[in-house]
């Protein structure tokens, strides 16, 4: 079965601390992998992609296909990081995009 | 550059009745997805419109149902509404080419009650 799991709904860290939301797939073939990013009352929007291998406003995330898993990370966490982070896959060559539940970053002061 | 616009913002219907959700795509993009999101969960795949067809489909009744149009706006229609349809749609578009990776754009959502 195609799914992305995003096993914490809400995770609070203090500002300046480590930030890790997790993600684990299930996909039989390459997929890509993405997290998207809504701010407060903003739309949902990309914040990286694996093929990119790009750090975004801090965050980077490795594909680690032996465990399948797509982890978003940041050293340090700043109050604006603050927002609800979703985790997507789309197999290569498709157009479907299979999205998480969604993890609620709260950075606290 | 012009975003993904989605109307309405709001809309109540009773179940039953039969509902048309809009969407203007981003300025370049020839690819519309419609997806999802009920409350506490991720968006789930609808549809997709390119070349004004549907070529792809998720797993949702025949009752939703969709149109894209040659300046590559999109309509979803949502016939005999059910009180579980209650939830925010999404319209994403996107460039679709030889590449095949450009990643979706967001609308805002319309956010459909049925009473």
């Known amino acids: 079965a195609q799914r992305v799991t995003q096993p914490e709904k809400l995770l609070s860290v203090f500002k300046g601390a480590p930030v890790e939301l997790k993600c684990n797939y299930s996909y039989s073939g390459s997929p890509e992998l993405f997290w998207y990013v809504q701010y407060s009352r903003q739309r949902l929007q990309l914040l990286l992609r694996h093929i990119s291998r790009e750090s975004i406003k801090g965050f980077t995330a490795d594909l680690n296909k032996g465990e399948t898993s797509f982890h978003l990370k940041k050293p340090f966490a700043q109050e604006e990081d603050s927002a609800m982070y979703y985790c997507a896959l789309k197999g290569s060559g498709t157009y479907k995009y299979i999205f998480g539940t969604g993890t609620r970053l709260k950075v606290l002061a | 550059e012009t975003g993904v616009t989605q109307s309405p913002t709001h809309l109540i219907k009773t179940r039953g009745q039969q509902v048309t959700l809009r969407c203007s795509s981003q300025s370049g993009h020839n690819t519309v997805s419609w997806y999802q999101q009920a409350l506490g969960q991720g968006p789930q795949f609808i549809f997709q419109?390119?070349?004004?067809?549907?070529?792809g489909r998720g797993n949702f009744p025949p009752r939703f149902s969709g149109l894209q149009f040659p300046n590559y706006s999109s309509e979803l229609n949502v016939n005999a509404l059910e009180l579980d349809d209650s939830a925010l749609y999404l319209c994403?578009?996107?460039?679709?080419?030889?590449?095949?990776?450009?990643?979706?754009?967001f609308g805002n959502g319309t956010r459909l009650t049925v009473t």
């Open positions: 419109y390119y070349r004004e067809e549907e070529n």
């Open positions: 994403a578009s996107t460039l679709s080419g030889s590449n095949n990776n450009s990643p979706l754009h």
